[in-house]
């Protein structure tokens, strides 16, 4: 019996062996392939694809579109389960993958039609720009193909990879647009409902720019506006409901950071362009390095950069002629308009006329379950939103993403761009989420424009709240053209930075609106660090990069100090050691910092007592705070420092004693997490929890497929931007011309499969700041693809 026992076991034992060894031999199949030959159909002549040690690839073809073909073979084999979550979250359709638990985003996103848009943009796309993805298409699919099993991912969802086409390249763009234009028209729904609770004193107060923390690229300034002299609105005084969620909107940390200087501030004359990209995180990263080499007319192209896996592009690098890089806008492209109804809600009011909603049913696949129709309601000016809105009307979205000429891929022109002027007039129209577009040329030039539609607004009424539209006389008409585009070229004192802020004033502004700025304190720090010296390398520009000096919180330490943590409240509340850390460890986002935690969270703590009557308010209304254009920083430094008795919240006995509140929760907020001041550093809290996306799912796998939680430097109001998994998405400077000397490093890696030697390839220079070099390394792997 015991004998009998044993032989079952061991036969158990070996059948596990084996099962792990077909699953080990089954996710190895399913690596790209790094060396040989392989057949690729279409290819006018054979490409070589080189990896270096990180898997940073070179794409050597004959014509841009083998590159293209060349390159769409190289991301599916890398990265196709990112590029199908990215196609499918711009159209709706990740229920068909991963079940019902994704049918709310779906229904979100098919308010859009994105699918329906994309096949409208391929249908009309210049041809040039057809074949080119028609050309990534067939190597994407060729790629799928080339792989000895499906990606693992696949294997988990118990589902089969979808052919590529071509307008899932714009699908991935749309996607972009999703991720930096997130207001979508709630920010004016909550604009609106703000403008209706309080005195138009107080709504200009509450909605102002910053004027402490400014720094504008044509150094316009804006004043500040005064707190007004009548008390404190019922609105922002009394709490009607107790908000669930209270958090502010303190930052619009989806942007970036770029700046460039002129050739006048290097030694050997050179220009240089840096550009760090703030994204969500996550595994793999978003970019995939590229170079790209080709000929076409008698040229040799040779542009080097960061790729978006499912777009045929060099998103940001250079051309050797050009470098360029992005930051998002945060400026004004969707407007909201409050439809007049008929009595059945059927009909809307359009220049006098009423005119019917078109009802346009989408259908949702959903794993394991029935389909479901989603009906979406249209207007001329776009779709009907979810949105409450008051009786008798409804809200629509008139957002640029929805226009035919918000997509496209003239960013491919880039490529062949040879100076600042002719890539400056490229950016107009460009089919793309509207970018801050820093340029750097190899002679020594730099300018600055937005690239993207900007939209010609006729008879624009206030753009920061619900508009009516129904006599007619206000309407988009058309688009801005280049020589009507803002820009900055060859600027006097030879410096250009954008970080999400107000980036320039006058009419230029007036034309852009406000999406939500950023406080300035990052564009601020950026430029004074530029000006604070003459001469430049790369070097110095990645150390800006890397700049974690927390300036902003340095007048929240002062008021600690000097107002709020008198010795009488120190004794009475035990906290010496609170003070010792807000003196002695404050000055900067460093992961060992306690006083830097202490202090971001007493300030957060302040804040939301200030604005959290104005937050239930909106809640009850449908709205949050977080929806607000409104930076809460600038009217609650204000209201602070005047702390006059008429505008003190309900509940609270005097500002000294809101202020101090906010010390005792902060404080015992963070006991509670981590058990003692000592272990409350910035660093356990910002951790870079940079994760796969199937790990939550895979919680005994989630230490295979996830990069560490290490302690991070930086947050959002200074140069190194990274605030609980969000942060540099890249890191890039480059001098065209001169890419030898250039950096460039991402999170993670550039594969996508946890088996890959290339999964985490960049993730250690990334976590230290370590300068990687801007073009790829010694040749470690070739593979050779045949017509």
């Known amino acids: 019996m015991t004998q009998w026992i044993k032989r079952l076991l061991l036969a158990l034992l070996g059948l596990l062996l084996l099962l792990a060894l077909g699953l080990w031999l089954t996710l190895r199949s399913s690596l790209a392939v790094l060396d040989g030959e392989r057949g690729l159909a279409g290819l006018s002549a054979p490409v070589e694809l080189q990896r270096d040690a990180r898997g940073y690839v070179t794409v050597t073809a004959e014509t841009r579109l083998d590159a293209a073909r060349a390159l769409g073979f190289v991301h599916a084999q890398e990265r196709f389960f990112q590029m199908d979550l990215m196609r499918r979250n711009a159209a709706g359709e990740l229920s068909a993958l991963v079940g019902a638990k994704a049918l709310d985003v779906d229904k979100s996103r098919r308010l859009h039609r994105f699918r329906h848009r994309?096949?409208?943009?391929?249908?009309?796309?210049?041809?040039?720009?057809?074949?080119?993805?028609?050309?990534?298409?067939?190597?994407?699919?060729?790629?799928l193909a080339a792989l000895g099993a499906r990606p693992p991912e696949y294997l988990l969802l118990r589902q089969s990879p979808q052919p590529w086409v071509a307008s899932d390249s714009l699908l991935v763009a749309y996607g972009m647009y999703l991720d930096l234009q997130r207001g979508q028209?709630?920010?004016?729904?909550?604009?609106?409902?703000?403008?209706?609770?309080?005195?138009?004193d107080w709504y200009a107060f509450l909605m102002q720019h910053s004027a402490d923390w400014q720094a504008a690229l044509d150094d316009s300034r804006v004043q500040a506006v005064p707190l007004p002299a009548s008390p404190l609105p019922d609105a922002l005084r009394q709490v009607q409901l107790a908000c669930s969620d209270c958090g502010l909107q303190d930052a619009r940390d989806i942007g970036s950071n770029n700046w460039a200087v002129a050739g006048h501030h290097t030694d050997d004359g050179r220009a240089i362009m840096a550009d760090d990209m703030h994204l969500g995180l996550r595994v793999p990263g978003t970019w995939f390095k590229a170079r790209l080499k080709w000929k076409a007319q008698g040229r040799a192209f040779d542009v080097a950069g960061v790729s978006l896996p499912g777009a045929p592009l060099i998103v940001a690098g250079s051309n050797g002629q050009v470098a360029w890089g992005f930051t998002n806008t945060t400026s004004d492209w969707a407007d909201v308009i409050a439809l007049k109804l008929s009595a059945d809600g059927q009909r809307y009011l359009s220049g006098g006329v009423e005119k019917p909603l078109a009802r346009v049913v989408e259908r949702i696949e959903i794993a394991g379950q029935p389909a479901l129709d989603f009906e979406v309601r249209e207007s001329e000016w776009g779709p009907v939103m979810p949105e409450k809105a008051p009786a008798g009307q409804a809200y629509a979205l008139r957002w640029v993403a929805h226009d035919p000429g918000a997509m496209n891929l003239r960013l491919m022109q880039m490529e062949a761009a040879t100076d600042v002027d002719q890539a400056v007039r490229l950016a107009a129209g460009a089919g793309m989420p509207a970018q801050n577009l820093v340029?750097?040329?190899?002679?020594?030039?730099?300018?600055?424009?937005?690239?993207?539609?900007?939209?010609?607004?006729?008879?624009?009424?206030?753009?920061?709240?619900?508009?009516?539209?129904?006599?007619?006389?206000?309407?988009?008409?058309?688009?801005?053209?280049?020589?009507?585009?803002?820009?900055?070229v060859d600027p006097a004192d030879g410096r250009l930075w954008t970080a999400n802020s107000r980036m320039i004033g006058g009419e230029a502004l007036k034309t852009l609106g406000n999406g939500g700025y950023d406080l300035g304190a990052r564009s601020q720090q950026i430029r004074d660090a530029l000006r604070a010296q003459e001469r430049f390398d790369e070097a110095a520009l990645h150390a800006i990069q890397l700049d974690h000096r927390a300036l902003l919180l340095q007048r929240w330490r002062g008021l600690l100090l000097t107002r709020v943590l008198t010795p009488e409240f120190v004794a009475a509340n035990g906290l010496a050691d609170y003070r010792h850390e807000v003196e002695h460890s404050a000055d900067a986002a460093r992961p060992e910092a306690v006083g830097y935690l202490l202090v971001r969270a007493f300030r957060e703590q302040a804040l939301k007592a200030v604005f959290a009557p104005l937050a239930g308010r909106l809640e009850a209304q449908g709205a949050r705070l977080r929806d607000l254009s409104m930076v809460p920083e600038t009217p609650g430094w204000a209201l602070i420092q005047a702390s006059r008795a008429d505008t003190l919240p309900a509940g609270a006995a005097s500002w000294d004693a809101l202020l101090q509140r906010a010390v005792l929760d902060s404080r015992d907020q963070l006991l509670k997490k981590f058990g003692s001041l000592a272990a409350a550093t910035w660093g356990a809290e910002n951790l870079a929890g940079i994760k796969h996306p199937l790990s939550a799912a895979l919680p005994l796998l989630s230490g295979w497929l996830d990069m560490p939680a290490t302690p991070m430097a930086g947050d959002s109001h200074l140069p190194r931007v990274h605030n609980h998994g969000h942060g540099q998405s890249e890191r890039m400077v480059v001098s065209p011309g001169h890419e030898e000397r250039g950096i460039l490093v991402i999170p993670a890696g550039q594969s996508g499969h946890p088996l890959s030697p290339h999964y985490r390839g960049d993730h250690e220079a990334w976590l230290a700041g370590e300068p990687l070099p801007f073009l790829p390394g010694a040749s470690r792997h070739r593979l050779v693809l045949r017509p």
Do not use: C, F, H
């Not at 028209?185 to 138009?200: C, H, S």
């Not at 508009?467 to 008409?477: C, F, H, K, P």
């Open 118 to 143: 994309a096949e409208q943009v391929v249908a009309r796309l210049p041809a040039d720009e057809k074949a080119l993805a028609e050309a990534y298409t067939q190597g994407v699919n060729a790629g």
């Open 185 to 200: 028209g709630r920010d004016d729904i909550a604009n609106g409902l703000l403008k209706q609770a309080v005195p138009a």
């Open 439 to 488: 340029l750097a040329d190899a002679k020594g030039r730099i300018a600055w424009t937005v690239m993207g539609v900007i939209p010609r607004r006729v008879a624009a009424q206030d753009m920061a709240v619900p508009q009516d539209w129904s006599d007619g006389r206000s309407a988009w008409n058309g688009q801005l053209g280049a020589d009507e585009q803002p820009r900055v």
